[in-house]
Every structure is written in structure tokens, then in C-alpha cells.
């Protein structure tokens, strides 16, 4: 079974610039999350969607962040303009079920904002 | 928000000792899971946790479910070099699926 898919795997851009991350989740799992992971924190969770609806985004900053799930299946997440303080890893997991389950994640986007 | 505080932050041991991390809520979930991140992957699930009072084993890793539902703690026998990596520890509410976070354990084996 393939795992989450994430790319890109890195990206470097300048404060103010726009950038968008992608995410397959594995086939069947109808609930997809995004996560931030600053340096020497834990993941936060940003949005939870649950098929092509969202569920959760109380912690997304939606000033600038955005998130769509078209169809269900992949995700992208956008940032504009993006920040300093947006420097982190962006990581995708995805569950069978929303509810207490197993999340799979993916091996993230490393996100460096110069 | 809930706020999970997790530690040690970091442990430097020898080969072969046992390791225990524990991870503490202000408020109550109703699941608890332990995760392993090696550098520049996502987080590897280890151990999840549903009742109050659990104890489960994975190999050489114990995690118990604290009965007051606000505490898990995660245990590592006989560590080998291959246990480094950051430890984290997660909180799931019912109905939500989310997970709530703790800031990790970074392990270290020393040959």
C-alpha cells in the first residue's frame, strides 16, 4: 500500500512570495490533515477535512493560508504572501475515518521563507 | 487550547539502558498514541492508547494510559542505536480526530 505523498519535498522562498504544497493521501482515507511543525515543536494541526469538506480550521491563519481538497482525494495548501515566521515543515496525514484512528503521514515539505 | 507537556526534552544514554518519557494534559483525552520521527520524515505511529489504565507493549516499547486520562508515559527496554530519533507524544479527543501534539523527546544511544 503507498504511503502519504508530499511535494515538494523543499522549498526556499522570500518573504512576500506565494508558495503551494501538494498532498496525496492514501487511497481509501477519507479524512486529510495538514500540520505545521516549527523546528523543535511538535506538529499543529492547520485544517482537517473530511472527504472534500472542511471539519476543522480554527488554527489555520486564514489571512494568508488556504487549503482546498477538490474531489476528496489530493490537497494543496497555499500561502500568500508568505512570512519569516512561516519557516517550517508542512506535513500531510491522512486516516480511514475521522474519530479517534491510526493517522498516516507524509514526509512533509521542509518550507524555508528567506 | 489543550497543551501537552512532554519530557524529559532530551536523553542522552548508553546502549542497552532502559528509557522512560512521559507526557502530561491539563485537560482529558480519550486517546493517547505515541509517535517516532527520524530526520526529514513524517511521524511513525508506535503505540495508541484507549482506555484509562492500558498498558500495551510494541517489542521492546511500553506505553500506559494513565488512569486519571490526563498522563501516558512510554518506556523503552535494552535501546539500540536505532531507537534515536524525536519521540512524541499525542492526544486525540472523541469525535475529533485531530491530534494534539507534545514538543518530543530527543533520544540518543550511545554505542
Known amino acids: 500500500e503507498a504511503g502519504v505523498a508530499q511535494s515538494p519535498r523543499y522549498k526556499i522562498i522570500e518573504k512576500r512570495q506565494s508558495v503551494a504544497f501538494w498532498c496525496n493521501p492514501i487511497?481509501?482515507?477519507?479524512?486529510l490533515y495538514w500540520y505545521q511543525q516549527i523546528l523543535g515543536q511538535g506538529p499543529k494541526l492547520l485544517i482537517q477535512f473530511q472527504n472534500n469538506g472542511v471539519v476543522d480550521d480554527s488554527q489555520l491563519p486564514k489571512d494568508r493560508f488556504s487549503a482546498e481538497r477538490l474531489k476528496g482525494v489530493d490537497s494543496t495548501l497555499k500561502i500568500q504572501p508568505a512570512k519569516l515566521e512561516d519557516s517550517a515543515v508542512y506535513l500531510c496525514?491522512?486516516?480511514?475515518?475521522?474519530?479517534?484512528?491510526?493517522?498516516?503521514f507524509g514526509p512533509g515539505t521542509r518550507l524555508t521563507v528567506l | 487550547g489543550q497543551q501537552l507537556n512532554q519530557s524529559p526534552q532530551s536523553m542522552f544514554i548508553q546502549e542497552g539502558e532502559d528509557v522512560s518519557m512521559n507526557c502530561t494534559s491539563s485537560s482529558i483525552f480519550n486517546t493517547w498514541l505515541w509517535y517516532k520521527q527520524d530526520p526529514g520524515e513524517g511521524p511513525v505511529l508506535l503505540i495508541a492508547?484507549?482506555?484509562?489504565?492500558e498498558l500495551t507493549s510494541n517489542g521492546r516499547l511500553t506505553a500506559q494510559f494513565g488512569i486519571t486520562r490526563k498522563d501516558s508515559f512510554l518506556n523503552i527496554s535494552a535501546s539500540i542505536p536505532s531507537d534515536v530519533g524525536i519521540y512524541f507524544c499525542?492526544?486525540?479527543?472523541?469525535?475529533?480526530?485531530?491530534?494534539?501534539f507534545g514538543d518530543g523527546t530527543t533520544l540518543t544511544v550511545k554505542p
Open positions: 492508547l484507549y482506555k484509562a489504565g
Open positions: 487511497s481509501g482515507h477519507a479524512t
Open positions: 499525542a492526544g486525540q479527543l472523541a469525535n475529533a480526530g485531530k491530534s494534539t
Open positions: 496525514a491522512s486516516s480511514l475515518r475521522r474519530g479517534p484512528d491510526t493517522q498516516y
